[in-house]
């Protein structure tokens, strides 16, 4: 998985968008105003997702490449080296859950508007 195949798969989840608000470095994929996904466009080597904390525990035991959110709150967040151990379909469907689990805590009127788009 390359930069841009990372932006085309976040950009296509309903009400994303993305945003450098830290740095020109961070890029940062939002739905609704909260962060998803947070990555570096200078060095893209990694990403950010959040994660369900059980889960998160789970993946960071079977796989070498997941780690504690770097810079994140280390219970809710993996960081995930991009490399040749993971499928783009398995990173992707790791972005969808970080995606599902930031929806899952929209107020209702945040959702009713998201399923509007």
């Known amino acids: 998985m390359n930069i841009e195949e990372l932006r085309v798969f976040c950009l ?26 947070l990555t570096d466009i200078a060095d893209f080597g990694s990403i950010n997702v959040k994660c369900d904390p059980e ?7 079977r796989y070498e490449c997941v780690k504690a959110g ?7 967040w993996n960081t995930i080296e991009i490399n040749r151990q993971l499928s783009d379909n398995e990173i992707n469907q790791w972005i969808l859950h970080s995606y599902e689990l930031v929806v899952s ?3 209702k009127a945040d959702k009713v508007f998201l399923n509007e788009l």
């Open 70 to 76: 770097y810079h994140m709150n280390k219970k809710h």
């Open 55 to 61: 889960r998160a525990v789970e993946l960071r035991e």
């Open 105 to 107: 805590k929209l107020n």
């Open 12 to 37: 296509s989840l309903k009400g994303t968008y993305e945003e450098l608000p830290f740095d020109e470095n961070t890029l940062v994929f939002k739905v609704m105003g909260k962060i998803f996904l």
